[in-house]
């Protein structure tokens, strides 16, 4: 089997029905689909019930949060990849996995890019680089609603359930890290609700620690000195303050005197400070 398709959900009954609306509507039948709820108490387990002749497993129990749900679905996948379609979250159209897996692909992740909606409306989309490198994934990861992960990258780590919203950047780049190959799909493949956790103001701070912690944990001091030195001299260059500096300078000789005294004098200050 080509594909497991995992959805977890807890209490987001309308979300979980939009969600079974697109899986079951793909042309494309060669998959497993694997529901992990958490226990709901809206109605959602019931909804599951209603549509379990097209569900090859689920449960409804408590559990320890997003990642713990996630693991459950990942030990029960059968599939060569793994795709994880949360409640809320659509394939892009019903033809999406057909015309992905109508091809033979060697990449170890299969990654596309995704509309976002909010209330039903599309208000954006994101559209990812054909090559990723590491510095794209210490700014931010790919979407995992527009990802597909083989089986084995699994085989030696789960994602860490410590982690309340960026194990799935940690994921990837322990992944990249070990030269594990990312194929781009030019295609949109999901819908992706924003109205989910991880989307949420509030949760802002407590995810960027836990990417901040991820980040030292993985990639080498030495290595990530470097990296900081190299993306402050990039950060300075795109202020637009410093492009309408440089504009000036190549085109106005006395202003160019201007910046080399000022340059001059900012470095005098720093030598004797």
């Given at each position: 089997?080509?594909?497991?398709?995992?959805?977890?959900?807890?209490?987001?009954?309308?979300?979980?029905?939009?969600?079974?609306?697109?899986?079951?509507?793909?042309?494309?039948?060669?998959?497993?689909?694997?529901?992990?709820?958490?226990?709901?108490?809206?109605?959602?387990?019931?909804?599951?019930?209603?549509?379990?002749?097209?569900?090859?497993?689920?449960?409804?129990?408590?559990?320890?949060?997003?990642?713990?749900?996630?693991?459950?679905?990942?030990?029960?996948?059968?599939?060569?990849?793994?795709?994880?379609?949360?409640?809320?979250?659509?394939?892009f159209n019903k033809y999406v996995l057909k015309n992905i897996f109508s091809t033979q692909h060697n990449g170890d992740i299969?990654?596309?890019?995704?509309?976002?909606?909010?209330?039903?409306?599309?208000?954006?989309?994101?559209?990812?680089?054909?090559?990723?490198?590491?510095?794209?994934?210490?700014?931010?990861?790919?979407?995992?609603?527009?990802?597909?992960?083989?089986?084995?990258?699994?085989?030696?780590?789960?994602?860490?359930?410590?982690?309340?919203?960026?194990?799935?950047?940690?994921?990837?780049?322990?992944?990249?890290?070990?030269?594990?190959?990312?194929?781009?799909?030019?295609?949109?493949?999901?819908?992706?609700?924003?109205?989910?956790?991880?989307?949420?103001?509030?949760?802002?701070?407590?995810?960027?620690?836990?990417?901040?912690?991820?980040?030292?944990?993985?990639?080498?001091?030495?290595?990530?000195?470097?990296?900081?030195?190299?993306?402050?001299?990039?950060?300075?260059?795109?202020?637009?303050?410093?492009?309408?500096?440089?504009?000036?300078?190549?085109?106005?000789?006395?202003?160019?005197?201007?910046?080399?005294?000022?340059?001059?004098?900012?470095?005098?200050?720093?030598?004797?400070?």
């Amino acid at each position: 089997m080509i594909l497991s398709i995992i959805t977890i959900n807890y209490n987001n009954k309308d979300g979980l029905q939009k969600t079974i609306d697109s899986v079951i509507s793909q042309t494309y039948k060669d998959f497993e689909w694997i529901i992990i709820d958490g226990g709901s108490t809206d109605g959602s387990k019931e909804l599951i019930e209603k549509y379990s002749q097209h569900i090859t497993y689920w449960v409804s129990e408590p559990d320890k949060g997003i990642y713990n749900a996630m693991n459950k679905g990942i030990v029960k996948a059968k599939g060569e990849y793994l795709y994880f379609l949360n409640s809320g979250d659509c394939l892009f159209n019903k033809y999406v996995l057909k015309n992905i897996f109508s091809t033979q692909h060697n990449g170890d992740i299969l990654y596309g890019n995704n509309k976002n909606s909010k209330d039903n409306f599309i208000i954006s989309e994101t559209i990812y680089p054909n090559q990723l490198t590491l510095k794209f994934f210490i700014k931010g990861p790919i979407s995992h609603q527009a990802t597909f992960i083989k089986k084995k990258c699994f085989e030696t780590r789960l994602y860490d359930e410590s982690m309340r919203y960026c194990s799935d950047s940690k994921l990837f780049i322990i992944l990249m890290m070990n030269n594990y190959e990312f194929e781009f799909l030019n295609q949109f493949v999901a819908i992706v609700d924003t109205t989910g956790v991880s989307s949420k103001s509030d949760n802002l701070i407590t995810m960027r620690n836990e990417k901040k912690q991820a980040i030292e944990e993985l990639i080498p001091k030495n290595i990530l000195l470097d990296y900081n030195y190299f993306l402050h001299n990039e950060t300075l260059l795109e202020n637009e303050l410093v492009i309408l500096a440089l504009k000036v300078y190549k085109t106005n000789r006395y202003c160019r005197y201007f910046i080399r005294l000022l340059m001059n004098l900012i470095l005098l200050f720093k030598k004797n400070h």
